[in-house]
């Protein structure tokens, strides 16, 4: 039938022309058709890439959340770490600053008492030059006294001898009136000579007693280094949390420094202790 028409329609030249004008109508149909095809297909295309470019996008982003998440894990675990180091330093930085004041105090007081035990130690040496030379020279006259007795006693000793044998009664009465004397003189002298004896035993009891003082001062002595010791090495741990604490003053600008996003430049500090406080509640 289309074949019928067709030629029917080569028989009439109007009908030719209509004809024609419908064949350009289709065509012309058919092309932009097929334009709003390829259209479609090309943005469907675009469509399909903007997709595939985002999902791709939103795996990175997943990755760098994931690794943002493990490094926030980590910068967490450092952060309570780092705090109970601090607040560790701190506790033994007041001990060791209450330590301080009281060995400050401790030795300023044995330093006092040093300085008045070292007084003491100069006047009893003083006293003991003193006593001595007083010793030596009551010896010395003791000395003398011994010898002038001796000196005496051989003296009359000769004069006995000498003596006449007519007067044997006379001479027994002088003898006797002489070992009197003899005898009184020698009372003084063993009077004296325990006096000196007490002197002596006086003096060699100061004596131990100084020497027991300058032991005394010698272990203050020994006790005040043993505590200048420890306060050097109180200033040691002072100056090693000194370092401690310069260290997590560097750590806290370092994690301040990385909250701070590197493409945009903007300080997630607060995020990330609002996240670090959400997370220690649950």
Known sequence: KKQKREAESCGNPRERANHHSSSMAASNSQ??????I??????????????????????????????ANSDLQTYKSTKETAEQELKGYEVQLSISE???????ARIGSIQDEVSKVGSDVDA???????????FICQMLK????????????????????????????NHARGEDAEFVDLEKRMSVIVAQTAAEEQECEREQNLHNQLHQELDDSK??????????????????LTRQTSE???????????????????SCHVDNSNSLAELLQQMEQQ
């Not at 903007?50 to 982003?61: P, Q």
């Not at 209450?98 to 400050?104: C, F, G, R, Y």
């Open 38 to 67: 390829r259209d479609f297909a090309a943005e469907k295309s675009q469509g399909e890439r903007r997709v595939f470019n985002l999902k791709k996008r939103i795996d990175e982003l997943r990755s760098e959340l994931e690794v």
């Open 31 to 36: 092309k932009q058709l097929l334009t709003l």
């Open 124 to 134: 009893l040496k003083n006293e003991e030059a003193a006593l001595r030379d007083g």
């Open 219 to 236: 272990r203050r002595k020994e006790l005040i280094e043993g505590i200048m010791k420890d306060i050097e090495d109180l200033q040691d």
């Open 98 to 104: 209450a330590s301080i004041q009281t060995l400050e």
């Open 244 to 262: 401690l604490e310069e260290k997590c003053a560097s750590f806290s600008e370092e994690l301040q420094r990385r909250c701070i996003c590197p």
């Open 142 to 169: 003791l000395k003398t006294k011994i010898r002038k007795f001796q000196e005496f006693a051989l003296l009359n000793l000769q004069q006995r001898i000498c003596l006449s044998t007519s007067s044997e009664h």
